[in-house]
């Protein structure tokens, strides 16, 4: 009786330390995906942010970030990365209106990571809205739900359009409305 | 054993310190910046003239400086013109074709705009004529000296809209004003011509363009404007206008030891002139370890690791094939990129552009062999404009990081070479006004000198530029990995074996083979003492 309860705890201890091993050497695989872009890191991002502007559902540009820029400024060397921030008060809204839920602001606004590697490679960094949705909440999971398949679109690139502009905010925009004025909720 | 540890501490020291003094440190000299002209120009009475044009400025000059002119016109700077002291090749721009903007040839009164001189029209210009050096392109301090392509390097004149047809208007430069306040060159003045080769910030090296006038220290930690901020003659010293360093004698493996400013005997424009060949000074094993790899690695294969680090970018990509394709309307068009880089020119055809570049390697010992005006091509492959000489076991040869530039380019495909294109100009077989390949071939082929069967073609072409600016700080310098690894940046260069990439059955058999031993070993040892438990207690002292 005893080795099978002992049998059954070191059992047990066993798969949480498995299963802890393997979230902790997946959780990062999972929460956040990225890809390989064929253009250029500019050409990435107009093209997202192109995307954004024509998507619908309340989106619009919110800024865009050189996340590299301090680095250099204090003299060191980082490839480039662009951020590029998206809002939508139809997604934004309900969540922003709910107490138990407001702490993800945090997560606000959307951002599309944009950079390159030492491979020379440009890539695009997205959170997994879907799967984070899933842990606050029918509310919050319906909405992510949402703004994954919007996001998706985001990342579409037909490469036989010409390339868009890339969108500059100008200084002290960042904090304002994006090109399509509706991102005041965010 | 005392006596033992002293003359190892000694013969320590004495090689630590002979090691330390192979490096040369910059001293507080070095940090200033160049000191200030002795003399106030706007005060000679030689200057204080209304000049009309830039040879009316050089006379004044040339009263007091009255051998600079002789001086300037035995430099690349005027002749554009090297010959190869080897092999005899005429280079220089005046001979060489590439494949940015093609060639000079016929095109002089654009591509002048970067001539030490004045009036560099086409093949009648007098280079002994002194008055026609232009002084000002280098010594202007105002920034205000300007000269604009299908002016033949004069200066602006007269007030006028350049671009053509933009709205845009320069106005004519002060002579006087400029001529009073000449100066030692500063990355500025280099860079008026250099920065914008090819027509276009950053178009043609890779490692020069604008944002090297006011750079931070992450861009280049010699130029870094709040630091050590070197200007371009700081490496590359200039004696009777003769500025050393150049890709046409390119010192690409100096050895030896570091030498202090003014007493180089070779070419200063090298990293080693000021560091040394073993000019790492960490822990003593990983500073021996790096030194060990000056013997195969150029300084800035490891110290530049990317090229295009600004928004400027450079370009990877010409291609003419596509020049005089017009808009839905007829109209000659111009698309721009994502970044606001040229894409597209109806006169020029496509472009590609980009920033923060991983360079392309090759071994080289300091020749790029030409191909010049009227050399055959063999179309069939990609026809290499210049080529880096140099081979792994080749005592001169070092592993160099390259800006590998693409294009295509017009060439005859019946006697089998590049062809020269008049494109700049206002007649009517100039390519950028007409839009007719054929005659602005003609033109150009019938200026150089050379036959052209009528019929033309694009084939492909790869220029080299190796990488030499933009020294990143040494802790930005390639990891090991970056070489070391199994993406490793030298893993196409032939002749050198790479720990952690190539694989040797005989060494990885050896090395697992003693770590299997050295296991076996402890485990012996580890039985033995596990099963020896009659140790003799040590006796209480």
Same mark, same amino acid.
């Given at each position: 009786m005893f080795k099978l309860i002992g049998g059954i705890v070191i059992g047990v201890a066993l798969g949480l330390a498995g299963a802890w091993f393997a979230a902790m050497n997946m959780a990062g695989g999972l929460m956040f995906q990225e890809r390989v872009s064929p253009f250029t890191m500019e050409e990435t991002v107009a093209r997202i942010q192109q995307n954004i502007q024509a998507a619908g559902n309340g989106w619009a540009l919110f800024g865009l970030r050189y996340p590299a820029r301090p680095v250099e400024a204090e003299g060191g060397n980082v490839l480039p990365v662009m951020l590029i921030e998206a809002c939508s008060v139809k997604y934004s809204g309900p969540i922003l209106k709910e107490d138990s839920v407001r702490f993800l602001s945090l997560l606000m606004p959307c951002k599309i990571a944009v950079y390159k590697k030492s491979d020379g490679k440009v890539y695009i960094g997205i959170m997994n809205a879907g799967l984070i949705g899933r842990f606050f909440g029918s509310l919050v999971g319906n909405t992510m739900a949402d703004v994954v398949k919007d996001q998706e679109s985001f990342l579409v690139m037909d490469p036989t359009k010409p390339a868009p502009p890339m969108i500059i905010p100008k200084v002290g925009d960042g904090g304002g409305g994006g090109a399509g004025g509706s991102a005041g909720g965010c | 054993m005392k006596l033992l540890s002293f003359i190892l501490a000694l013969g320590a020291s004495l090689s630590l310190s002979a090691w330390a003094s192979e490096s040369f440190t910059p001293t507080l000299t070095d940090k200033l910046p160049p000191p200030k002209s002795t003399a106030d120009h706007s005060k000679f009475k030689e200057l204080q003239a209304v000049f009309k044009t830039g040879p009316e400025v050089t006379k004044a000059c040339l009263a007091c400086h009255n051998d600079a002119a002789k001086q300037v016109q035995h430099t690349k700077h005027w002749t554009w013109e090297v010959v190869d002291a080897k092999t005899g090749q005429k280079l220089g721009k005046k001979n060489i074709i590439n494949n940015f903007c093609t060639s000079t040839v016929s095109n002089e009164k654009d591509c002048m705009a970067c001539h030490a001189g004045y009036g560099w029209a086409d093949k009648s210009f007098d280079f002994t004529k002194e008055e026609s050096v232009d002084c000002l392109i280098c010594h202007d301090s105002t920034g205000t000296y300007r000269k604009l392509p299908g002016d033949a390097g004069h200066p602006i004149y007269e007030r006028k809209e350049f671009p053509a047809g933009s709205g845009k208007f320069v106005d004519p430069v002060d002579l006087q004003k400029?001529? !009073? %306040?000449?100066?030692?060159?500063?990355?500025?003045?280099?860079?008026?011509?250099?920065?914008?080769?090819?027509?276009?910030?950053?178009?043609?090296?890779?490692?020069?363009?604008?944002?090297?006038?006011?750079?931070?220290?992450?861009?280049?930690?010699?130029?870094?404007?709040?630091?050590?901020?070197?200007?371009?003659?700081?490496?590359?010293?200039?004696?009777?206008?003769?500025?050393?360093?150049?890709?046409?004698?390119?010192?690409?493996?100096?050895?030896?030891?570091? !030498?202090?400013?003014?007493?180089?005997?070779?070419?200063?424009?090298?990293?080693?002139?000021?560091?040394?060949?073993?000019?790492? %000074?960490?822990? =003593?094993?990983?500073?021996?370890?790096?030194?060990?790899?000056? &013997?195969?690695?150029?300084?800035?294969?490891?110290?530049?690791?990317?090229?295009?680090?600004?928004?400027?970018?450079?370009? %990877?990509?010409? &291609? #003419?094939?596509?020049?005089?394709?017009?808009?839905?309307?007829?109209?000659?068009?111009?698309?721009? &990129?994502?970044?606001?880089?040229?894409?597209?020119?109806?006169?020029?055809?496509?472009?590609?552009?980009?920033?923060?570049?991983?360079?392309?390697?090759?071994?080289?010992?300091?020749?790029?062999?030409? %191909?010049?005006?009227?050399?055959?091509?063999?179309?069939?492959?990609?026809?290499?404009?210049?080529?880096?000489?140099?081979?792994?076991?080749?005592?001169?040869?070092?592993?160099?990081?390259?800006?590998?530039?693409?294009?295509?380019?017009?060439?005859?495909?019946?006697?089998?070479?590049?062809?020269?294109?008049?494109?700049?100009?206002?007649?009517?077989?100039?390519?950028?006004?007409?839009?007719? #390949?054929?005659?602005?071939?003609?033109?150009?082929?019938?200026?150089?000198?050379?036959?052209?069967?009528?019929?033309?073609?694009?084939?492909?072409?790869?220029?080299?530029?190796?990488?030499?600016?933009?020294?990143?700080?040494?802790?930005?310098?390639?990891?090991?990995? !970056?070489?070391?690894?199994?993406?490793?940046?030298?893993?196409?260069?032939?002749?050198?074996? =790479?720990?952690?990439?190539?694989?040797?059955? #005989?060494? &990885? =058999?050896?090395?697992?083979?003693?770590?299997?031993?050295?296991?076996?070993?402890?485990?012996?040892?580890?039985i033995i003492r596990a099963c020896v438990p009659c140790r003799k207690p040590r006796s209480k002292q």
């Open positions: - | 400029v001529a !009073q %306040k000449v100066a030692m060159p500063s990355r500025a003045n280099c860079g008026s011509c250099h920065f914008f080769g090819a027509g276009g910030d950053g178009t043609k090296h890779g490692d020069l363009d604008s944002a090297l006038r006011n750079p931070s220290k992450h861009l280049d930690v010699h130029m870094d404007a709040k630091g050590l901020n070197f200007s371009c003659v700081n490496c590359h010293k200039t004696s009777q206008h003769q500025v050393a360093g150049s890709r046409y004698e390119f010192d690409a493996s100096r050895t030896g030891k570091p !030498q202090p400013q003014g007493k180089f005997d070779g070419n200063p424009a090298s990293c080693q002139a000021c560091h040394g060949d073993k000019p790492h %000074k960490e822990s =003593l094993l990983h500073a021996e370890r790096l030194n060990t790899h000056t &013997d195969t690695l150029a300084c800035q294969t490891c110290h530049i690791p990317e090229y295009a680090r600004s928004n400027v970018g450079t370009e %990877k990509v010409w &291609d #003419w094939s596509t020049a005089t394709k017009m808009g839905p309307d007829g109209k000659p068009i111009f698309v721009k &990129d994502s970044a606001g880089r040229r894409a597209f020119d109806s006169k020029k055809g496509n472009f590609a552009w980009d920033s923060y570049l991983m360079p392309e390697y090759r071994w080289f010992n300091g020749k790029l062999s030409y %191909k010049v005006i009227g050399d055959k091509i063999d179309p069939s492959k990609a026809v290499e404009i210049n080529h880096p000489e140099g081979s792994p076991n080749e005592p001169g040869a070092r592993i160099w990081p390259f800006k590998v530039h693409r294009g295509k380019q017009a060439y005859d495909p019946e006697l089998k070479n590049l062809l020269i294109v008049h494109t700049a100009g206002e007649d009517h077989t100039a390519l950028w006004h007409n839009f007719d #390949w054929p005659k602005a071939i003609e033109t150009g082929m019938q200026t150089v000198g050379l036959p052209w069967s009528g019929k033309h073609d694009f084939v492909a072409t790869e220029m080299s530029w190796p990488i030499t600016h933009t020294v990143a700080p040494k802790g930005d310098a390639l990891s090991c990995t !970056q070489c070391h690894g199994a993406n490793s940046r030298l893993k196409d260069i032939p002749g050198i074996y =790479l720990p952690g990439l190539h694989k040797n059955e #005989w060494l &990885d =058999l050896a090395g697992w083979g003693a770590a299997l031993l050295a296991l076996i070993g402890v485990l012996i040892h580890g």
